[in-house]
């Protein structure tokens, strides 16, 4: 059950300010009794509640008086409170981000093999954006078939979003696609990679025929390879990354003649 303390009252806070909405104006004595607050701590209780601006109070009667906010102006006070407390909280966090991005540094890359899987077209989602966003210096791009990759719904876009980061980072982009599924894409697809992509110096996308699977080269040491969904080829069912120079060498020695004979992509 939800309480005033979900706001940020103290529980003293919360009975207090329930009390005085039964009570109407009344003295700090008489709110200590209504509402169980003890009376060594009702006047601060109160001066809490006012540095909150939910009571009033009557500096001119003797004894003093107090009175609560109504309760639709005291929510959103609290609320307000609440947001501007969460901003700062999320402006801090991005500043300590923003820090430590320069101070965890990446180890050297391990020359030996390292691979690991996702399952599910989330979890393998996940895998793909995450190994997007570690690419340094170069990333290919190759499918052959339908994939949500290159799709414009929502895993599409975060897609679209890596790669525009990728750019910015001065990371080359090259994309290779088949024929066959430049085909299948709507015009919507071409006119996101158009208005957001292709206008960069550093990305190129081509077509060539002899083009299947789909998977990234990530810097020439690491190949995420997606494997379909065999009851929904537009979805992946798994996601395979291999950390292996020697497999990404083999992997660009294949690519790299398909790419120099394949023709620029109009999109």
Request: with cysteine; aromatic share 6%; proline share 6%.
């Amino acid at each position: 059950m939800v309480s005033l303390r979900d706001l940020g009252l103290s529980e003293y806070e919360a009975r207090a300010y329930r009390a005085l909405l039964r009570t109407g104006a009344t003295t700090a004595k008489d709110l200590s009794r209504a509402s169980d607050v003890p009376m060594g701590r009702v006047y601060d209780v109160l001066n809490s509640l006012e540095q909150y601006n939910l009571v009033r109070s009557q500096a001119a009667s003797r004894p003093k008086k107090y009175v609560a906010v109504e309760p639709d102006t005291a929510l959103d006070r609290l609320l307000a409170d609440k947001k501007r407390e969460l901003q700062q909280k999320a402006e801090q966090y991005e500043e300590i981000v923003d820090e430590l991005v320069g101070e965890l540094d990446t180890a050297e890359p391990v020359q030996g093999q390292f691979w690991t899987a996702a399952v599910g077209p989330n979890d393998s989602m996940d895998l793909l954006l995450e190994r997007l966003t570690a690419a340094d210096e170069t990333l290919v791009m190759v499918a052959g078939q339908p994939s949500p990759q290159f799709d414009l719904g929502e895993l599409g876009d975060l897609v679209v979003d890596e790669l525009e980061s990728a750019l910015d980072r001065g990371v080359s982009v090259s994309v290779l696609m088949a024929p066959s599924l430049v085909e299948t894409l709507p015009e919507s697809v071409g006119e996101v990679y158009t208005r957001r992509l292709a206008n960069d110096p550093n990305f190129t996308a081509r077509i060539a025929e002899d083009v299947t699977g789909t998977f990234n080269l990530i810097d020439d040491v690491e190949v995420c390879i997606e494997v379909p969904n065999p009851l929904a080829p537009g979805e992946a069912f798994a996601m395979i990354d291999f950390k292996d120079p020697g497999f990404a060498t083999d992997v660009r020695e294949m690519f790299d003649p398909r790419w120099a004979a394949a023709e620029p992509l109009s999109l």
